[in-house]
């Protein structure tokens, strides 16, 4: 008995210390899963699975829950779905592990996008704050909170929710000004925001803690246009496509530098994770690398640059806990938005850079002119201004010269690679450029380029498969095209043209532009049809089937030279055209 129970206390011990050492090993990581529209914290299901794990922990998780997650995780990686109802769900991985992130939250999109109020054309210099204000303790709405903004007061209703409108003077239209927004919560505690206002619609989300006299994060809207960082120039790769297709990654986790996600991080300094589809993750931050009354193209083409950046460090993470961090060390990210910038990621919604297969990691700065204005008192960070005034460029990081008119005069303010971010927006208002034709010229001179300069756009919608119907026809009938499509965007294209052509060598092109049919492309696979009316006069023969998906880039609903087809498909000897009356038989059509 003596030997059964020496050997029952050291089976005790040995628990004991197994559950100790397991104990030491884990951590409670907290987690909040809110909506990426109005900020509101969700109540939602997370399927968490370990490597070497078989089954998934389940977690259910209250919307007023503070203890986030009721979990001990054990250190390593997991994969995480997050799960709410009414909105799209999300996929990643977590790190835990005392080099970690120690909070995580998850920003879900709503299945259906909100109904935006139809404003009245604004006054030119008018500015709008929309915003809704969270107690950060309790995770509710804040009412009856007071928000001052210069000389313009309002009050929150029950659901945290506040409007407010000032007008700028003519001199700060374009770049804007300097204020500060004061909440003073109903116990009299006062927070303060700095932010810089242009013109336009302007979304704040503010989360107010219960430390009086609290000075939150800068949001920005748009203004100092900081510098990328030096990071390393990728390697040279072989020439890319044109139009290739792309999957754009499905989320992005953003590193912050505290667990109320309000303070951006630098590379090294994150200690909290936000997981947000791609989409949110460009909104988010647009408007504070662009400026957001900036012309539309502008915008657009800086929504291309930033997405494109993101997405990169996607597969290329800065940490294993987060892909990319939430300051000017990577680019700026922030939960607060503006109309403009968010009508031109909705105008873009997955499309890349991509070069040599691979999404590319675009680059972008304030001012790219390869010339130092020792007076203007900007930071040049461009050691090689070898390509001179009025070029942009930097050779020595294998960015060739490129003749840049619109830079000309304008003193270096960055690092001269990539997108000039104020050239942008030059061509779209002085020269009346659009986006791609902005995109093509800093990325790969309108086809012209080299070195890293040979970037192209990329497409996130996709022709699995065109079916005429009938595959033979008389000259003067109408055919029925059957198309599968595609969206690999995370979010819906509301108006994709439906081009087609059929062609044959000798004969030329035939086109039907009155049948060019809009329709909208939701997330993942679609069905669409569009009748193709043959000339009468249309010769007998075999012809090749064209079929093409392009954005109205030009704004007048119809398809010209000035749209962009972003992806194409030819189905060879696809279709028949026979006077014969032998040919219908079948009823498909009457003869001519």
Not at 497 to 502: E, N, R, T, Y
Not at 515 to 520: I, Q
């Amino acid at each position: 008995m003596p030997t059964l129970r020496r050997a029952t206390a050291v089976r005790t011990a040995l628990a004991l210390l197994v559950a100790a050492a397991q104990a030491q090993a884990a951590q409670t990581l907290p987690i909040e899963v809110r909506d990426s529209g109005d900020g509101a914290f969700l109540a939602a299901s997370l399927a968490l699975t370990r490597a070497g794990s078989t089954l998934p922990l389940q977690l259910q998780l209250q919307r007023q829950a503070r203890d986030a997650s009721p979990l001990r995780l054990e250190d390593g990686t997991w994969q995480v779905r997050v799960e709410a109802q009414g909105h799209r769900p999300l996929q990643t991985t977590i790190e835990v592990g005392a080099e970690a992130a120690h909070a995580v939250q998850f920003w879900l999109d709503p299945e259906t996008a909100p109904e935006v109020e139809v404003e009245a054309p604004a006054a030119a210099g008018a500015v709008r704050i929309e915003g809704r204000v969270f107690d950060r303790a309790t995770r509710e709405p804040l009412a009856a909170a007071s928000v001052q903004l210069e000389d313009v007061t309002t009050l929150t209703d029950a659901e945290g929710r506040f409007r407010m409108a000032l007008a700028l003077a003519p001199a700060a239209f374009e770049q804007g000004r300097a204020a500060e927004l004061h909440v003073r919560r109903e116990d009299g505690q006062v927070q303060t925001r700095r932010l810089r206002l242009v013109p336009g619609t302007h979304r704040l989300l503010l989360d107010l803690d219960a430390r009086p006299d609290a000075t939150g994060p800068d949001h920005h809207f748009d203004l100092d246009l900081l510098q990328r960082p030096q990071d390393d120039a990728p390697s040279a790769a072989t020439d890319a496509p044109h139009a290739p297709i792309l999957q754009p990654p499905a989320s992005l986790r953003v590193g912050f530098a505290d667990a109320g996600f309000t303070t951006p991080c630098c590379v090294g300094s994150c200690s909290a994770v936000a997981v947000m589809s791609l989409e949110t993750y460009v909104k988010r931050g647009l408007n504070d690398e662009w400026i957001a009354s900036w012309n539309g193209h502008s915008l657009r083409a800086g929504a291309i640059a930033y997405r494109s950046y993101g997405a990169w460090h996607v597969a290329n993470p800065r940490s294993p806990s987060y892909d990319i961090c939430s300051s000017a060390c990577c680019q700026m990210n922030d939960p607060d938005t503006s109309a403009s910038t968010d009508a031109a990621v909705d105008a873009t919604a997955g499309i890349l850079l991509e070069r040599g297969g691979s999404i590319f990691r675009s680059e972008y700065s304030a001012e790219n002119n390869a010339w130092d204005d020792p007076s203007d008192g900007l930071s040049c960070s461009n050691a090689d201004l070898s390509c001179g005034n009025g070029f942009v460029g930097s050779p020595a990081a294998n960015w060739p010269c490129l003749v840049d008119s619109v830079a000309s005069g304008h003193g270096c303010f960055g690092h001269g690679r990539g997108m000039s971010q104020w050239g942008s927006q030059r061509w779209a208002i002085n020269e009346g450029q659009r986006w791609p034709w902005i995109v093509g010229h800093y990325f790969n001179a309108n086809g012209a380029g080299g070195g890293l300069r040979t970037a192209v756009l990329s497409s996130p919608l996709r022709i699995d498969a065109a079916t005429p119907l009938p595959a033979s026809a008389a000259p003067g009938s109408t055919l029925s095209l059957q198309l599968a499509l595609s969206n690999l965007a995370a979010q819906t294209h509301p108006q994709v043209f439906l081009g087609a052509s059929l062609y044959r060598s000798g004969v030329g092109y035939l086109n039907d532009p009155a049948n060019d049919l809009a329709v909208a492309l939701v997330p993942g696979a679609n069905a669409a049809s569009r009748p193709f009316a043959i000339p009468a006069g249309a010769p007998d023969g075999s012809y090749d089937l064209i079929v093409a998906l392009y954005l109205d880039i030009d704004g007048n609903a119809a398809l010209n030279s000035g749209d962009l087809a972003l992806t194409s498909t030819t189905l060879p000897a696809a279709v028949t055209l026979t006077s014969s009356p032998l040919l219908f038989a079948n009823g498909f059509e009457t003869p001519p």
